[in-house]
C-alpha cells in the first residue's frame, strides 16, 4: 500500500503541471491586456511597459511559464497584479475561509445523510424510503443558486431567522461562537443538498446491499439485537463506500463553491478566482487554480487510501 | 460512425429498447416533460403573449396576474415570455455541449480503450489533469477570458464534458474488447477502424447515451450558472440563469421572479434524469422485466 501511495504522490507534480500549463495558456491565449486594464487608457507607455518587465510579461510565453514554475517549486506563487500582495498572503486569507464553508456543508450533508440513508434502507418501500428518494432526485435536480435564493427567502426574509451575509465579517469574528455560526447555516445547506443527495443515496444502496448479505442473516440467527446489527454488522460495512465519497465529494467542495460565495458575498477562493478573472489577474488565476486542484488530487488520494484501511480485502 | 446506424440488428436493438421504454413511467413522464418544454421554446415566437426584452416600467414588479401569468420583472417585461425564449440559450447550450463531449469523448475514450498502452497512458493523464479543474471555475476563466458568446460557452463546458465521457468510454471498451466475438471479428481479418467503428462502438453505445443525458442535465445547470455569475447570455437577452440573478435583488418585492426559472430549471434537470434512468433500463436486457416483454414470437 505505500508503494501504491508513493505512485500515486509522483503522479501528483505532474497532474499539476499539466493543470498549471493549461490555466496558462488559456489565460495567455485570449485577448485583453491585463495592464491595460488595471492603469486604464491614459497611462503612459513607459509606465505600462515598466509595469509588464515587472511581471515579465514582456519576455516570450515559454519563459513567462518557466520562471512562473521555477518560483512555485519554492514556494513562491508570485504577486497579485491588481492588490500588489502576494498571491500565498492573498490565499492564506481566502482558503480558510472556503474551507470552513466546505466543512459546514459536509458536516450537515453527513448530518441528514446517515440517518436518512440508513432508515430509507432498513425500511424500504415505505414513506421514508420515497420522502428520500424524493430528496435525492430534488437534490440532483435543483442548482445550489436557486436553493439558495429558496432559502433566503423563506428562512431570511420571510422568516428573519437566520443572516444572509456575515462569513469572514469582523462582527462575526468579535460575537460568540452562534453569531461566528449562524451565518454559515443557509450558504451550507445551499452547498451541502447535492452532496446530501449523493451521499444518501449512496448509504441506502450500500446498506441495502449489505443487509441482503448472509452474514446479516447469521447474526439474526445467532439472535443478536437488531440493534448491534444494524449499527455494529451492517452500518460498519456500509460506511466503506461512503466514507470514501465523503473524501471525494470534500474535494469537489472548494472548486464548486463559487456561486455560493457570490449570492452571500463570501470572501473565499471561489469569489477571489471571479475577481482575478475580470480584471485579467493571471498570477492569482494561476495560483488559486493550482492550489484547487491540488486539494482536489489530495482528496481523492485520502479517498483511496481510506478505501483501503477500512477494507481489509483491498490491497494496492 | 456511418457504420453503425443503419445495420438492420443495431435497428432492431433500438426498436426492442423503444418497446421497452414506455415500462418506466417517470422516464415517459420525463421525455414528454422535456419534449413540452422542447417545443414551448422553440414555439416561443409564437406561445409568448409579450415581447421578452421591451421594457415598460408601468407595468413592473407586477405579481401574476391573468395578463402575465408568471408575473413581471423589474422592467415590466413578461417573466413567462422571457422564460420562454430563455430557454432556447439553455437548451441550445446543452444540445452543443452534449455533441462536443461525443465527438470529443468517444473517440478519444475509444482510442485508449482500444489500443491501451502508452496511447492510454498518456490519454488518461490528460483526462486526470481536466478532472482536477474544479468544472465552474473552468468555465468562468474560458468565458470570462474569451467573451460569452455560444460558441465559447460550449468550449467552456465541453471540455469538462469531453473527458469525463472519455473515460467512461474506456471503461465500457476495455470490457468488451475481450469478448469473443470481438476475437472473431479479429481473426476474420477486420481492421481496427471496422472492430472500433461496428464492434465496440455499438456494444458501449447505452452507456454513452446514458453518459449523454447526464452530459446535457449537467449543462443546462452550468450554463445556468455561468449566465448567473453574469458570465454568461449578457442582458437584456433573457436566460434563465442571469434573471435569477437580477432577481436577487427583488426577492421579498417580487419572488415570483426568481421562482419561475428556479423551478424551470429543475423541471428540464428532473425530465432528462428521469428520461436517462428510463433509457439505461430501456438499452440494457438485462433489466428488463422479462415477463412478456421479449415473447420469442412477439420479438
Known amino acids: ?316 | 460512425m456511418a457504420s453503425v446506424a443503419p445495420s438492420p440488428r443495431f435497428a432492431g436493438s433500438l426498436v426492442l429498447a423503444a418497446r421497452q421504454f414506455p415500462r418506466h413511467r417517470a422516464a415517459t413522464i420525463g421525455l414528454v416533460c422535456l419534449l413540452l418544454i422542447v417545443l414551448a421554446t422553440l414555439l416561443a415566437p409564437l406561445i409568448a403573449p409579450y415581447d421578452p426584452i421591451q421594457i415598460k416600467l408601468s407595468m413592473k414588479l407586477k405579481p401574476p396576474s391573468l395578463e402575465h401569468f408568471l408575473g413581471t420583472d423589474h422592467f415590466g417585461r413578461d417573466v413567462f415570455s422571457r422564460l420562454l425564449y430563455g430557454g432556447r440559450t439553455s437548451l441550445t447550450v446543452g444540445l452543443l455541449v452534449v455533441a462536443f463531449a461525443f465527438l470529443f469523448g468517444v473517440p478519444l475514450g475509444l482510442a485508449s480503450g482500444y489500443f491501451g498502452g502508452r496511447i492510454d497512458n498518456v490519454m488518461m493523464r490528460l483526462v486526470d489533469a481536466f478532472l482536477t479543474f474544479p468544472p465552474l471555475l473552468l468555465a468562468v476563466a474560458v468565458v470570462g477570458l474569451l467573451g460569452p458568446e455560444l460558441q465559447y460557452v460550449t468550449l467552456a463546458l465541453g471540455i469538462v464534458q469531453a473527458p469525463v465521457l472519455a473515460r467512461m468510454v474506456r471503461g465500457s471498451t476495455l470490457a468488451v474488447r475481450e469478448d469473443v466475438y470481438v476475437t472473431a471479428a479479429r481473426a476474420l481479418g477486420a481492421g481496427p477502424l471496422r472492430i472500433v467503428l461496428s464492434h465496440l462502438l455499438r456494444n458501449v453505445m447505452s452507456p454513452i447515451v446514458v453518459q449523454l443525458t447526464i452530459v446535457f442535465s449537467a449543462a443546462v445547470i452550468a450554463e445556468a450558472s455561468l449566465s448567473f455569475l453574469g458570465f454568461g447570455t449578457q442582458p437584456p437577452e433573457p436566460s434563465w440563469g442571469r434573471d435569477m440573478s437580477e432577481a436577487r435583488r427583488f426577492l421579498n418585492d417580487a419572488p415570483w421572479m426568481f421562482l419561475a426559472p428556479t423551478v424551470t430549471i429543475m423541471l428540464c434537470v428532473l425530465s432528462i434524469n428521469f428520461l436517462g434512468d428510463g433509457l439505461r433500463d430501456a438499452m440494457d436486457p438485462r433489466a428488463w422485466r422479462t415477463r412478456g416483454t421479449i415473447d420469442p414470437e412477439e420479438a
Open chain 1, 1 to 316: 500500500m505505500w508503494r501504491y501511495l508513493g505512485g500515486r504522490l509522483i503522479q501528483v507534480p505532474v497532474v499539476l503541471l499539466v493543470v498549471s500549463l493549461m490555466t496558462f495558456v488559456i489565460t495567455r491565449a485570449t485577448p485583453g491586456d491585463p495592464i491595460q486594464i488595471m492603469l486604464g487608457m491614459q497611462t503612459s507607455p513607459e509606465a505600462a511597459a515598466a509595469m509588464r518587465a515587472e511581471f515579465n510579461l514582456d519576455r516570450p510565453l515559454a519563459v513567462q511559464y518557466g520562471l512562473w514554475v521555477g518560483k512555485v517549486v519554492t514556494g513562491d506563487l508570485g504577486r497579485s497584479m491588481r492588490l500588489n500582495d502576494p498571491v500565498t498572503a492573498l490565499l492564506a486569507e481566502r482558503l480558510p475561509v472556503s474551507l470552513q464553508l466546505a466543512l459546514a456543508a459536509m458536516l450537515l450533508a453527513l448530518l441528514v445523510s446517515i440517518p436518512l440513508g440508513i432508515a430509507a434502507a432498513l425500511w424500504r418501500n415505505t414513506w421514508i424510503d420515497y420522502l428520500c428518494t424524493g430528496y435525492t432526485v430534488m437534490g440532483f435536480a435543483v442548482p445550489n443558486f436557486g436553493l439558495a435564493l429558496i432559502l433566503i427567502y423563506v428562512f431570511s426574509i420571510k422568516l428573519d431567522w437566520l443572516p444572509i451575509t456575515g462569513i469572514g465579517s469582523s462582527e462575526a469574528a468579535a460575537g460568540g461562537w452562534w453569531t461566528y455560526i449562524r451565518p454559515f447555516i443557509v450558504p451550507a445547506i445551499a452547498l451541502g443538498t447535492l452532496q446530501t443527495a449523493i451521499l444518501t443515496r449512496l448509504l441506502r444502496s450500500s446498506m441495502i446491499e449489505v443487509l441482503s448479505q448472509d452474514y446479516m442473516r447469521t447474526a439474526r440467527a445467532k439472535g443478536l439485537l437488531p440493534g448491534t446489527i444494524v449499527f455494529l454488522h451492517a452500518l460498519k460495512n456500509a460506511m466503506i463506500p461512503f466514507v470514501t465519497m465523503v473524501a471525494v465529494q470534500f474535494g469537489y467542495m472548494i472548486g464548486v463553491q463559487v456561486t455560493i460565495e457570490y449570492i452571500f458575498a463570501v470572501p473565499g477562493m471561489g469569489s477571489a478566482v471571479l475577481n482575478a478573472v475580470v480584471n485579467r489577474d493571471f498570477p492569482v488565476i494561476q495560483g488559486f487554480t493550482l492550489v484547487i486542484a491540488a486539494f482536489f488530487l489530495f482528496a481523492n488520494i485520502v479517498a483511496d487510501m481510506l478505501y483501503a484501511l477500512l477494507d481489509p480485502r483491498i490491497r494496492y
